[in-house]
C-alpha cells in the first residue's frame, strides 16, 4: 500500500500570518490593552482635549466671528512674521545643525565635550532667561556693538537660539550610525570629498535633517520668552504667541483662541507634510 503524501499548499504561510496576528489580538486584550488605554487616556488628558478645547473657544463666535479674528490686520502682520521667521530659522538650522553635527562625529579637538554640552543648554534655560542673555548681549547696550533691540532680526536670533538642539540632535546620531567604508569605497573609485558627501552622505542624512528643521520650525511658531524681551514690545516685532497673550490680558480669549488654532493648523500640516515625505522616501528605498 503507497503512501501519499499531500504537498504544501501556498494557503500555509498566511494561515500561519493569520494565526500570529490572531494570537497577537488576544494579547492586546489583556495587559497590552490595559495599557494601550492608559496611553490613550493620558494623551488624551495632555493633549488631545485642552486642543480640542482651545479649537472650540476660537470658534464660539461662528466661522464669521473666528475669521474676523485671524484677518484682522495685526494678527496677519503677527502670523506673517511668526512663520517667516520660523522658516527662515528651520533653513538655517538644517544647514549650521548639520554642520556642528558633522564637526562633533567625525572631528576630534580640544573642547569637543564642552561644544556637546552647550549646545543643549538652550533645552534647560528657561526661554525668558534666554531672552534675557540675548538683550545683555545684543540690546541697547550691546557689548559687541551689536545692536537688534527692537528689530526682526532679533525675532531671528533668538528664534535660532531657542532650535538649535533640534537640528544638532536629529542629524548627529544618524551620522555615527553611517557606515564609513561606503565613503571610502566612493573615495577608492575617485570621488572627491565634496562628491562624497553630495551623492554618499548627504541622502542618508535629509530624513534627519528635514526632522530635525520641522521640529525647529514647530518650536519656533510657538516661541513666546526668548522673544519677549529682544522685540522691544514694538508691533512690527510681534510674533503670534505674543499677540495672543495680548489678546488674553485684553479678555479677547476666542481672538486669542483663533490665533492658536491657526497656529496649530500650520505646524500640523508642516509635520503631517514631514511625514509623507519620509514615508514615500523609505517606500524608493
Not at 564609513?180 to 558627501?197: I, K, M, N, W, Y
Not at 510681534?238 to 483662541?257: C, G
Amino acid at each position: 500500500m503507497s503512501t501519499v503524501v499531500e504537498p504544501a499548499t501556498a494557503a500555509s504561510p498566511a494561515r500561519t500570518r493569520a494565526a500570529r496576528d490572531a494570537s497577537g489580538a488576544a494579547r492586546l486584550g489583556a495587559g497590552s490593552g490595559l495599557g494601550l488605554g492608559v496611553a490613550v487616556l493620558w494623551l488624551s488628558l495632555l493633549v488631545l482635549i485642552p486642543l480640542a478645547a482651545v479649537v472650540s473657544r476660537g470658534f464660539s463666535g461662528g466661522w464669521s466671528g473666528f475669521w474676523d479674528n485671524i484677518t484682522d490686520p495685526s494678527a496677519v502682520r503677527a502670523l506673517r512674521l511668526t512663520v517667516v521667521s520660523s522658516l527662515l530659522v528651520a533653513a538655517i538650522n538644517a544647514v549650521m545643525g548639520t554642520l556642528l553635527a558633522w564637526v562633533l562625529v567625525r572631528d576630534t579637538f580640544p573642547g569637543k565635550r564642552l561644544v556637546d554640552v552647550i549646545i543643549d543648554i538652550p533645552f534647560a534655560l528657561p526661554t525668558i532667561v534666554a531672552g534675557l542673555v540675548l538683550l545683555a548681549v545684543y540690546g541697547t547696550d550691546s557689548p559687541v556693538g551689536i545692536h537688534l533691540l527692537g528689530t526682526q532680526r532679533a525675532i531671528v536670533l533668538g528664534l535660532l537660539f531657542v532650535t538649535l538642539p533640534f537640528s544638532v540632535r536629529a542629524v548627529q546620531p544618524v551620522l555615527m550610525a553611517l557606515d564609513r567604508e561606503v565613503e571610502q569605497a566612493a573615495a577608492c573609485l575617485g570621488a572627491s570629498p565634496f562628491t562624497t558627501f553630495r551623492r554618499v552622505v548627504l541622502p542618508l542624512l535629509l530624513p534627519a535633517i528635514a526632522s530635525g528643521a520641522t521640529l525647529a520650525f514647530a518650536r519656533a511658531m510657538g516661541e513666546y520668552g526668548s522673544v519677549l524681551l529682544i522685540s522691544g514690545g514694538l508691533s512690527r516685532t510681534k510674533v503670534s504667541s505674543m499677540y495672543a497673550y495680548q489678546k488674553i490680558e485684553n479678555f479677547d480669549f476666542p481672538a486669542a483662541a483663533a490665533t492658536a488654532t491657526v497656529l496649530l493648523a500650520v505646524s500640523l500640516l508642516v509635520i503631517v507634510g514631514l511625514d509623507q515625505l519620509q514615508r514615500a522616501a523609505a517606500r524608493r528605498g
